[in-house]
């Protein structure tokens, strides 16, 4: 594929119409279903569930993003990856239904989330939370918003001062990496830590002020993709738990107002795995 010349502001505008459009009538799907599940299954994964709103939702958002932009690749935490993904400078990162999980139990905190890699970075998110009726937008280099007002991230100038979050990836049953000892430690190094169940409202969080970091691991692309742009628009950091550049391969990130970024990434490195994953499983 010839390579494409980098979008204009006024091309990133209408990709985030686009998004905008798409994610809100995924949302609409998911609204409708939500309390009405009639499938809900394990995706070969202990906890990784997928319902019929998943797939109607992914489905909704993927005819929008073939209608209005046939050319670009898609990468949908349902339907994988199309053909062409490798060798297209576009690539829409897409999770219909992130916070599967809580969605499932009636727990209102879970998102759309749709991204868009230019070359593999960040130009385009959009996080929609369909219950609370509340859409985080962001465009490289122009800003990122809340219900079209602009935002920030919060001004919090120390650890012990912060409000975090994290979360625990799907694998935590079976490596001795997962996230309990980090957990553990920043809970007494901070005000609190929260764990919401999605990464992209976790990050959309960071973004708006009501949380002063986020740190995860075990994420995919669609998880990260939108998320990570809010951040960085308004005027976060993001990068890999060490502070070296964030790679949105590895699964791990690193997001912050800034201020606390050099302290969470310190007590990040130096926490040690508790033990044996087996002492936290029930008999």
Known sequence: MTPSTPPSSAD???FLDIATEAAQAGGAVLQRYFGQLTSLEEKGRQG?????????SEAVILAA???????HAI?????GQSADAASNDYLWAIDPLDGTTNYAHQYPFYAVSVGLLFRGQPVVAVVFAPFFQELFQAVRGLGAWRDR?????STTPSLAQSLLATGFAYDRHQTDDNNYA?????????????????AA????????????????????PWDLAAGILLVQEAGGQVSAYDQGPFELASGR?????????????QALVETRPLGDPDQYRLA
């Not at 007002?149 to 991230?153: A, D, G, L, M, Y």
């Not at 980090?182 to 929260?194: I, K, S, Y």
């Open 12 to 14: 990133l505008q209408r």
């Open 48 to 56: 990784d569930l997928v319902t019929n709103a998943d797939k109607e």
């Open 65 to 71: 993003m073939a209608r209005h932009l046939p050319g």
């Open 75 to 79: 990468l949908a935490e349902e339907s």
């Open 149 to 153: 007002q602009p935002i920030q991230v």
């Open 182 to 198: 980090e957990f553990h430690r920043l809970t007494h190094l901070t005000q609190g830590v929260r764990r919401g169940g999605s």
């Open 201 to 220: 409202l976790d990050l959309a969080f960071v973004a708006c002020g009501r949380l002063d970091g986020y740190w995860e691991r075990g994420l995919a």
């Open 253 to 265: 990130v690193l997001a912050t107002n800034g201020a606390i970024h050099p302290a969470l990434s």
